[in-house]
C-alpha cells in the first residue's frame, strides 16, 4: 500500500495549495451538483453528497459556493448537465490507471485525454483492460505523531475498519474501509480524538508497479498533466516509486 499512500498524500497537501487558483473549488463544484441531481440535494440524506461538501469544506470552499452547486444540482438554478465516464489506460512502465471524468463534451475530453497520455508515454486502455486492478474502498490516513499504531488500530477495526495498515516508512496509518462504511468509520475515530488527515472513497490497487528513476519522473508529469484537465476529477494509479524520487517531486 506504500504507493498509494504517498501519493495521497501529496494529493491531499496539494488540493489545499490549489484551491488558492481556483481549479480544486472548481472540480469540487461539478462532483456537488452531480452528486446532488443524482441523490438530491439533502447532505443527511445522501452519503455522496456529504463526502464531498467534507471535502470541499477541508480546504475552504465557501458555503456560497456550495449551496449554489447544490442547487444547479437540483435544478433550483441553471447548470450544466455533466456525464460520468470512467477511463482506462496505461502509464509508463505499463502502470494502470483509471481516470474519472465528468463532461459536457464526451468526444472533445476523451480526445484531450489521448493527447496527455500518448505525450507522457502512455496510452488508452478498452473498457475493463485495468479496471480489475483496483477496488474501490473507504481510505483514511491518520498521521503516525496522533496517537500509537495499537490505539489506533483498535478503534478502527471496533468502528468497523476492514483492514489496518502500518508501513514503517510511511508518516501515516492507512485504514481501509467497505465505501459505504467510511463515515462510520471516520465519525467514529473523531469522537475518540484521533486526527485525520485525509478521507475520501477511492479506488486501490491489489497490486503495484515499481518503477525506476526514468519511468517514475515520466508517470509523475503524466499525473500532474491529468490532473490539471478541467474535465478530470480524480486519476488513480498502482505506481510506487523509490522514497528518493518521490521525495524530488513532493
Not at 495521497?8 to 446532488?36: N, P, Q, W, Y
Not at 475515530?189 to 519522473?217: F, H, M, Q
Not at 491529468?226 to 524520487?245: K, S
Request: hydrophobic residues 40%; glycine residues 8%; charged residues 30%.
Amino acid at each position: 500500500m506504500s504507493g498509494h499512500s504517498k501519493w495521497a498524500g501529496i494529493k491531499h497537501k496539494k488540493a489545499i495549495v490549489d484551491a488558492r487558483k481556483g481549479k480544486t473549488f472548481s472540480k469540487l463544484s461539478k462532483e456537488i451538483s452531480v452528486a446532488a441531481r443524482l441523490g438530491g440535494g439533502n447532505p443527511d440524506m445522501n452519503a455522496r453528497l456529504r463526502l464531498v461538501i467534507e471535502k470541499a469544506r477541508e480546504v475552504n470552499m465557501p458555503a456560497d459556493n456550495i449551496k449554489r452547486a447544490v442547487k444547479k444540482g437540483t435544478g433550483e438554478l441553471p447548470g450544466v448537465h455533466y456525464e460520468e465516464i470512467l477511463y482506462e489506460g496505461y502509464g509508463p512502465g505499463g502502470v494502470a490507471l483509471m481516470m474519472e471524468v465528468m463532461t459536457d463534451n464526451r468526444t472533445r475530453t476523451v480526445a484531450e485525454i489521448r493527447h496527455i497520455l500518448s505525450k507522457h508515454g502512455g496510452n488508452m486502455g478498452e473498457t475493463g483492460s485495468v479496471a480489475w486492478v483496483f477496488d474501490k474502498k473507504g481510505y483514511i490516513l491518520v498521521d503516525k505523531k496522533t496517537l500509537d499504531e495499537d490505539t489506533i488500530m483498535s478503534n478502527a477495526l471496533d468502528a468497523g475498519a476492514e483492514d489496518f495498515k502500518n508501513d514503517p516508512d510511511e508518516e501515516n496509518y492507512e485504514v481501509i474501509t467497505a465505501p459505504e462504511d467510511l463515515n462510520k468509520v471516520k465519525e467514529f475515530l473523531v469522537k475518540k480524538n484521533i486526527r485525520l488527515g485525509l478521507s475520501e472513497v477511492t479506488l486501490v490497487p491489489k497490486n503495484y508497479v515499481k518503477l525506476d528513476a526514468r519511468d517514475a519522473e515520466k508517470m509523475l508529469k503524466l499525473m500532474e498533466a491529468l490532473e490539471e484537465h478541467d474535465d478530470i476529477q480524480n486519476v488513480y494509479a498502482n505506481f510506487d516509486i523509490p522514497d528518493e524520487i518521490m521525495a524530488k517531486i513532493s
